[in-house]
């Protein structure tokens, strides 16, 4: 029996991994966290009966702790609680699926306390990758990437042994506006960026993929994951969502990993990692997919990935201001308060603004990321 806890349970991966868990059938859930989704959660933890669950909006503490109180789960709200939900005694595994930095702390309480990372928070790696990974290696922790491109570049290296990577070939949807240009973004709102071809996500990833801003995060993820230069790897925009992610190595021999565009694939393998054992998904049938096609991202028009390249270029304290000009951005584009294409600009103009700090602690990044935040704010 496997004993794991979701972080963001109530979200797209969250309620994903809860799918898995139950047909796996061999996964103990011991804690369970969401923000504000208090009706959900109340029906996960009466079918999971876990021994904590989290509510990160505190306000909303006494509603749960009172509609929960005939059941043995001890209710803890804020960053707090999401801390104690990652530390459980016996949990062997910490899902954490939260959106946004708010995934930092929690991730890096349970690597102090012994528990393998199921990493779907690309946030973690992009502000702190420089201190999480040197943590995880030092305490000898699994981090096990859970989105569907570094899991596919995670399969591709296994078994590679002391066989260089020469390249990672990070394929991207392209999202909802691919082959537009800016003129035609101008207008764009977001009930029209929400409407993503191939996933179904949560709010702001999808927006995130719709900028290639999620790619841009999924670059910087990548160099701390697999321990390479942002040079090494390109992004191909791959409008069919088939392969997830290919590697090219030093004989110029590439490795791809294939499947239907399903986020309970990455998700079964990183719970059972190393072994493949439960079917989740429909199987793959190239020929009714028919045609594979690969082309260059155009970060003229969608600016956000060029921006990524640019703070992991930089370096230290850049990528957190990065990523908290984005979650600002975005809260303003899905409240209708700026265009598709202010985005760009007010990350831009945060990370012109921003005094560097190259040698960072965990202090540096939260005082980075608030910095950001507020900043953001005022554009």
């Not at 499947?259 to 989740?280: E, F, H, S, W």
Request: net charge negative.
């Amino acid at each position: 029996m496997k004993n794991i806890s979701i972080l963001g349970s109530t979200g797209s991966i969250g309620t994903q991994a809860l799918e898995v868990a139950d047909i796996c059938g061999d996964v103990c859930i011991k804690g369970l966290s969401a923000n504000s989704n208090v009706e959900l959660l109340e029906k996960q933890i009466r079918k999971y009966r876990p021994e904590k669950a989290c509510i990160m909006n505190e306000k909303l503490y006494p509603e749960l702790k009172n509609k929960v109180s005939d059941t043995s789960t001890k209710i803890v709200s804020g960053i707090e609680g999401l801390c104690e939900v990652a530390c459980i005694n016996d949990t062997e595994s910490v899902l954490t699926s939260v959106v946004g930095n708010i995934g930092l702390l929690p991730t890096v309480e349970a690597i102090n306390a012994g528990k393998n990372i199921l990493l779907a928070n690309k946030e973690t790696l992009v502000t702190a990758g420089s201190i999480i990974m040197p943590m995880a290696k030092e305490k000898n922790i699994k981090i096990l990437p859970v989105d569907s491109e570094h899991s596919a570049i995670f399969q591709c290296i296994q078994g590679a042994g002391d066989n260089k990577i020469s390249k990672i070939l990070l394929t991207a949807s392209g999202g909802p506006f691919f082959g537009m240009k800016k003129e035609e973004l101008k207008t764009k709102r977001a009930s029209d960026a929400l409407k993503h071809p191939n996933w179904t996500m949560g709010a702001k990833i999808t927006i995130d993929s719709s900028t290639l801003m999620n790619k841009g995060l999924e670059v910087i993820e990548a160099c701390w994951l697999f321990d390479v230069s942002y040079e090494k790897i390109e992004v191909y925009v791959h409008r069919q969502s088939i392969v997830h992610s290919m590697v090219e190595f030093e004989d110029n021999s590439v490795i791809a990993q294939l499947g239907i565009p399903d986020m309970k694939l990455p998700i079964v393998y990183a719970i059972n990692y190393p072994k493949r054992k439960t079917q989740v998904s429909e199987k793959l049938n190239l020929f009714e997919v028919g045609t594979l096609t690969f082309e260059k991202a155009d970060t003229e028009t969608f600016e956000c990935l060029s921006l990524a390249y640019r703070a992991i270029r930089e370096g230290g304290t850049m990528p957190a201001v990065m990523n908290a000009a984005n979650e600002i951005a975005v809260e303003k584009f899905l409240l209708g308060e700026i265009g598709f294409l202010d985005i760009p600009e007010i990350i831009k103009q945060t990370m012109n603004a921003h005094t560097l700090v190259s040698d960072i602690s965990i202090s540096d990044i939260q005082n980075a990321d608030t910095w950001a935040r507020e900043y953001g704010k005022t554009l």
